[in-house]
């Protein structure tokens, strides 16, 4: 039986004992359950700082002087000055921010996520210009860096996204232009006219606006497009619609967390997940040649797509 599923079941049991003896049995079986889970919890949870330093061993070599010298301390003081939700390591297989909380982003990201190694095998980043949007902590934002990217311009709705993603770059000895835009809103003038890829990870899937978004970033995107986002699970899920210019999109309705509540969500009350055929559609309507739905999988929250295109 699944975990919560026990747990649940074992409470049930405590609850409906009939006497005194089936209570104190139920209460033990409920306490052994419930150790089992918070045991499963702990071994799921401890980051392996080995494992990471294996795993980001030639990123490690190219970076992260910065952070490598501080003390512990100073280390210390480091991860405790900003509201950092996700952990990456050092080269001594230290701590570079925190988790969110004791069960999410617990683990190291990776430097390089394979994503984008992936992509860059494909269409190499050398010499290119990458807009991110969403830059979060500036874990993709160091890895378009460390790819070779000539320019990357890192934007994010959130001004304390802004502020870590410019402290962990210091850590490993980058530094890059970020802008505070809200894609929901005005392009502000400081976005530049044009980039060579666009990196959308994690976004699209927190917009009121994803057509309009696409409408506004695609045509400036010259070369090639990796798109990562939640879509609508199926035609029945998508009972929602809107129209933009003359066309009529439908959609799942997503429930955003809440801007205040952390620094994933995004910054209105829901969210618009679009069906994977529009968003290839979308894709091509801008001049993208070739569009590749490179992965299509169940996760937790929903359904979500990783999808290349190349003008
Ligand atoms: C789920 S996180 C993904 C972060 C990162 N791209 C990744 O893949 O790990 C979403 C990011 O998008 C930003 N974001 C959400 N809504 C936004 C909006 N309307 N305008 C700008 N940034 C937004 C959040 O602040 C956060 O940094």
């Known amino acids: 039986m699944e975990p919560k599923a026990e747990l649940h079941k074992a409470y049930i049991n405590l609850m409906q004992a009939p006497d005194r003896q089936a209570r104190a049995q139920a209460a033990n079986e409920l ?5 089992n889970f918070a045991a499963t919890f702990e071994d799921a949870d401890q980051p392996d700082a080995g494992k990471a330093l294996e795993r980001d061993h030639i990123a490690l070599s190219r970076s992260g002087r910065n952070i490598g010298l501080l003390s512990d301390e100073l280390l210390a003081s480091f991860n405790r000055l900003l509201p950092w939700a996700a952990m990456t390591v050092d080269n001594k297989g230290r701590s570079v921010g925190n988790a969110w909380s004791s069960t999410k982003r617990t683990y190291y990201n990776a430097l390089i ?3 984008l190694r992936d992509f860059d095998r494909i269409w190499p980043l050398e010499g290119k210009h990458v807009l991110e949007v969403g830059c979060f902590e500036g874990i993709h934002t160091l890895a378009a860096l460390l790819l070779g990217a000539a320019r990357v311009t890192g934007v994010d709705g959130r001004i304390e996204n802004i502020l870590k993603t410019m402290a962990r770059l210091w850590a490993y000895d980058q ?13 502000p003038n400081t976005i530049p006219e044009h980039w060579d890829m666009l990196h959308h ?79 290839i559609a979308i894709c091509q309507r801008h001049g993208f040649k070739t569009v590749n739905l490179i992965a299509d999988r169940a996760e937790r929250n929903g359904r979500r797509v990783l999808i290349h295109a190349f003008r």
Request: hydrophobic share 40%; glycine share 4%.
């Open 201 to 279: 990870i994690g976004v699209l899937y927190h917009l009121t606006n994803p057509v309009e978004h696409l409408d506004v970033v695609l045509p400036r995107t010259r070369g090639a497009l990796m798109l990562d986002t939640h879509v609508a699970l199926d035609d029945a899920k998508a009972k929602f619609t809107y129209t933009v210019g003359n066309q009529t999109y439908a959609y799942q309705k997503h429930i955003e967390a809440g801007i205040e509540i952390n620094p994933f969500a995004g910054l209105s009350d829901h969210a618009k997940w679009l069906r994977t055929e529009d968003l």
């Open 175 to 187: 530094t890059t232009e970020l802008l505070l835009w809200d894609l929901e809103k005005e392009v």
């Open 113 to 115: 996520d394979p994503r």
């Open 31 to 35: 306490n052994t359950i419930a150790l």
